[in-house]
Nanobody
Framework: QVQLVESGGGLVQAGGSLRLSCAASGPTFSSYAVGWFRQARGNERESVAAISWIGSRTFYVDSVKGRFTISRDNAKNAVYLQMNSLKPEDTAVYYC??????????????????WGQGTQVTVSS
């Protein structure tokens, strides 16, 4: 079992950057795929990016391609989401989620069993 804690959210102006961190407990974090999801007020939660547990393959939804970068540091049990060129529509609570030995369906949130509590990102215009 793994526990996840997000950090790094905050208030930033449009065009600015933030780096979110997802810190994980547990000795086998390297065997977990991790996804970032977000939920804006009044909207359903949506996927943002994901990184595989083997080969560190990365996946992005179209709306963030070229602006967001997901990465992981297994030695630190952490996954990061670097967000550049932020837009007001990126405002949301951002969650990281993990699933052990996941090999597909990177954006299917129902297949991630472990979730953090979320961190608020607010982008002002």
């Amino acid at each position: 079992q793994v526990q996840l804690v997000e950090s790094g959210g905050g208030l930033v102006q449009a065009g600015g950057s933030l780096r979110l961190s997802c810190a994980a407990s547990g000795p086998t974090f390297s065997s977990y795929a991790v996804g970032w999801f977000r939920q804006a007020r009044g909207n359903e939660r949506e996927s943002v990016a994901a990184i595989s547990w083997i080969g560190s393959r990365t996946f992005y939804v179209d709306s963030v391609k070229g602006r967001f970068t997901i990465s992981r540091d297994n030695a630190k049990n952490a996954v990061y989401l670097q967000m550049n060129s932020l837009k007001p529509e990126d405002t949301a609570v951002y969650y990281c989620a993990a699933e052990r030995l996941k090999r597909k369906d990177w954006f299917q949130e129902s297949e991630y069993h472990y979730w953090g509590q979320g961190t608020q990102v607010t982008v002002s215009s």
